[in-house]
């Protein structure tokens, strides 16, 4: 069975950090790209972050660009979000997500989804 389980959230303060992972099992995702969505009361699910499969190509949401970073440990099926000078806007559930699409672009791209993770920001 296969299984996406973030951890890492919590309540922070303003300007904080908070590190995100993604533990994967029941499969290999080396192979896979994965990326990282929010989703705030009242809104869509959107995009933060995704990777390859290698890590090494990256892309972020604007949102995110230079506050937040993408990774992963192929070695141990986990992957992360760094993220730094959080802001009340970016309080959300945080999920993870796997895509044997090469590059995903979309939702609908990925074909695994964790339960997620909530991140509280504080003003």
């Known amino acids: 069975q296969v299984r996406l389980v973030e951890s890492g959230g919590g309540l922070v303060q303003a300007g904080g950090s908070l590190r995100l992972s993604c533990a994967a099992s029941?499969?290999?995702?080396?192979?896979?790209?994965m990326g990282w969505f929010r989703q705030a009361p009242g809104k869509e699910r959107e995009f933060v972050a995704a990777?390859?499969?290698?890590?090494?190509?990256?892309r972020y949401a604007d949102s995110a660009k230079g506050r937040f970073t993408i990774s992963r440990d192929n070695a141990k099926n986990t992957w992360f979000l760094q993220m730094n000078s959080l802001k009340p806007e970016d309080t959300a559930v945080y999920y993870c997500?796997?895509?044997?699409?090469?590059?995903?672009?979309?939702?609908?791209?990925?074909?695994?989804w964790g339960q997620g993770t909530q991140v509280t920001v504080s003003s």
């Open positions: 997500a796997a895509s044997i699409t090469p590059r995903p672009m979309t939702r609908d791209d990925y074909d695994y």
């Open positions: 029941g499969r290999t995702f080396s192979s896979y790209a």
């Open positions: 990777a390859t499969w290698s890590g090494a190509v990256t």
